[in-house]
């Protein structure tokens, strides 16, 4: 199946789902809420803030979980091809909906198996949902992101999901995950971070950026103009927010 059937197909099965027993009105309303969660109620996004009521998790499912599948997909091609020839396993940190997962594996042109791990019940059984719609072989695991990883060469990819952790947590992944990656004589590994653009997001980026770097990878901020499904880009409205262009910011290792 072609990527564009395949995400239209996805698309339509978001909103009958999310939209059954919800009205677009309160769906848009949560979005607003949830936004407001994610810049200016981010101490509470440790605790789970971000996914606790069925309208927020519409919200996310409907809204950036279409948005971070076409920024992960536009970011992926625009990296070194090594990013397209993954290892068997993609380990998806801090799955959520597997939007992003979906959108890396999808894009290689043989796809890895994804494990999805994520602590929130709700957000593994969608992306089982949305690693299927895309064909990919996916597994998830309801567990934290800290817990055993798979043995063998890795392709981790933690987008969106590493400034929800705290600073200690975050730390022992960063050692992990470069270990997992960069060991001379380990497995080949590879290493995609996503976070958004504004800084107080993710203040610890330098750090990370400085680790990432010293061990063979690269840096970069993206811009890139899509066309927004016609759902996203009516909640967007609704909302009173803009997303017709997507930025982020990415690190790799390889
Ligand atoms: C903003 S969402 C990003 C989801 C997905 N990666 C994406 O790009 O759309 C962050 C996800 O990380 C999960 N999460 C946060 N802290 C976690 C932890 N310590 N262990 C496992 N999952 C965690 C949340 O439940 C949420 O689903």
């Not at 981010?42 to 971000?50: D, I, P, Y």
């Not at 759902?231 to 990415?250: P, Y």
Request: glycine content about 8%; overall charge positive.
């Amino acid at each position: 199946m072609s990527l564009e059937p395949a995400f239209e197909q996805w698309m339509a099965a978001l909103e009958r789902r999310h939209l059954a027993d919800l009205t677009f009105p309160q769906v848009s309303g949560a979005l607003r809420a949830l936004s407001s969660t994610y810049v200016e109620r981010r101490g509470r996004l440790a605790e789970g803030a971000a996914l606790a009521g069925a309208g927020k998790r519409a919200a996310f499912a409907l809204f950036y979980g279409p948005l971070h599948y076409l920024l992960v997909h536009s970011i992926v091609r625009a990296l070194p091809p090594a990013a397209r020839a993954l290892p068997p396993t993609l380990l998806d940190l801090g799955c959520g909906t597997g939007a992003s997962g979906a959108a890396w594996a999808a894009a290689c042109p043989q796809p890895p198996a994804v494990l999805g791990i994520d602590r929130n019940q709700w957000a593994t059984k969608e992306a089982a949902e949305t690693y299927r719609a895309f064909g990919v072989a996916a597994r998830t695991r309801r567990d934290d992101v800290e817990a055993r990883w798979p043995s063998g060469a890795l392709a981790v990819l933690a987008a969106f999901t590493l400034n929800e952790l705290t600073d200690a947590a975050r730390e022992r992944i960063l050692l992990r995950a470069i270990e997992r990656t960069a060991r001379p004589g380990g497995p080949a590994g590879r290493l995609l971070v996503i976070e958004p653009l504004a800084r107080f997001v993710a203040p610890w980026w330098g750090r990370w950026q400085t680790a990432v770097e010293s061990a063979g990878g690269r840096a970069d901020e993206w811009r890139f103009t899509v066309e927004r499904p016609a759902m996203v880009a009516k909640l967007d409205r609704a909302a009173g927010l803009d997303h017709r262009e997507l930025t982020g910011r990415s690190l790799w290792l390889a």
